[in-house]
Each structure stands twice: as structure tokens, then as C-alpha cells.
């Protein structure tokens, strides 16, 4: 298994490509559904629950490869960037939403994402399986908006690869709209970026 990723790894090198579409969204029009989930409250991350967000972290998002380590969560927080969390009333995680700003580095696509002074990122949500069709994502995502347009942000910016259907429905419902896409990859070892973005999109997406 292990001789089987190194030689992917090697094949990628040659030749690989991955579209990534990049979606807006004005804060002003955050949704202001105001219901109570049952038995689930929200609330902002605080290092304080960093092994509580590690334990879900490990043993329930098995099905990404990579989003966070403990070093990742303290540097992030310490530049600035908000985690908002989904807890049940028995105090168990179930669902997280990062916020960016300035910047962040983005592992999957190898390369740095940087946006304006009155804009955000977002990235790196999750809710577990035994939780979504409730509400939660939504939930999340309208408390971290608010937050951030009442500390005077004015767009909202996130980006996946096409294939993620599920991302550009909830994307599209919730308001988000599509202002470019980039193709990312390696043609014998060269890390190329290919962006094709349109006037309005302010998001950067640069080797590092």
C-alpha cells in the first residue's frame, strides 16, 4: 500500500490538474434565521477546547485526508483566524467552521490564498454525519457572517474543487456566486496555476 502511494506521488508530479471554482458573497446578506437547534448550541472556539476539537478532529473526519494539527489550530488562531463550533448539550463537538483572513496556506492545492482588508475565507467545515440535514452548517456559517460584517467585513469568499456538488448547492442556496475558477497542478514536477478569475473577484491564489 505504502509502494502504491509513493508511485501516485511520483505520477502526480508528471502530470496532474484540479479545477477549483471561487464563489462571493456579500455579509449584508447573511441569512437571520434566528431558530434554536435541538439539543445543539453554537458557539466560538477557544484554545481552552483544543483536545475536545482534536478528538473529533481524529476520530470522526476520517473521510478528508488532511485538515488540521494542533501546531495549525494555535497558528491559526494566533493570526487571527475564528473557528466556530457545534457542541451538543452532553458537550460533545459535532461540527466546526474556520474562518480566514489576510491569508492562509491551503495544503490541498499547495499554495497560498490571500484575499482584501474587507473580506474573509472560508474554509474548512465539517459536521458529522449523524448531524447534517439539521441545520447546523447553516447555523454555523450565518453566526460566523454575522460576526465578521458586524466587525465591519464586507465579503465572503471560498473556493473548492469542481467535483464537490454538495459544496456548490449549498453554496448557491445560501447566496454565494461564482466569480472564477483556476486550474492547479503539476506537469513534470512544475507547479502551475492557471486563474481565470472574473473583475469583481479580489481572492489570490499564489505559489509559494
Known amino acids: 500500500m505504502k509502494l502504491k502511494r ?14 477549483i471554482v471561487v464563489r462571493k458573497f456579500y455579509l449584508k446578506n447573511y441569512s437571520k434565521d434566528n431558530r434554536v437547534l435541538s439539543n445543539i448550541f453554537l458557539k466560538e472556539f477557544e484554545l481552552a477546547l483544543i483536545d475536545k476539537l482534536l478528538e ?21 488562531i494566533s493570526e487571527g483566524h475564528k473557528c466556530y463550533i457545534a457542541v451538543t448539550n452532553e458537550n460533545v463537538i459535532v461540527g466546526f467552521y474556520w474562518i480566514g483572513i489576510n ?13 482584501s482588508e474587507d473580506s474573509i475565507i472560508s474554509y474548512n467545515g465539517f459536521v458529522d454525519k449523524t448531524c447534517r440535514g439539521l441545520g447546523v452548517f447553516p447555523k454555523m456559517r ?20 469542481s467535483t464537490n456538488n454538495a459544496i456548490a448547492s449549498s453554496s448557491k442556496k445560501y447566496g454565494f456566486k461564482n466569480v472564477g475558477k483556476a486550474y492547479l497542478g503539476f506537469i513534470f ?14 481572492l489570490k491564489i499564489e505559489k509559494l
Open 6 to 19: 509513493i508511485i501516485k506521488w511520483y505520477l502526480s508530479l508528471l502530470f496532474s490538474v484540479q479545477k
Open 56 to 76: 473529533f478532529h481524529d476520530k470522526v473526519c476520517t473521510e478528508w485526508n488532511f485538515l488540521f494539527t494542533r501546531e495549525d489550530i494555535i497558528k491559526r
Open 103 to 115: 491569508s492562509l496556506y491551503s495544503p490541498d492545492l499547495r499554495a497560498k490564498v490571500s484575499v
Open 142 to 161: 450565518n453566526m460566523a457572517y454575522s460576526d465578521f460584517f458586524n466587525k465591519g467585513y464586507k465579503y465572503a469568499y471560498g473556493y473548492s474543487l
Open 189 to 202: 514536477g512544475y507547479h502551475y496555476i492557471i486563474r481565470l478569475f472574473e473583475k469583481e473577484c479580489l
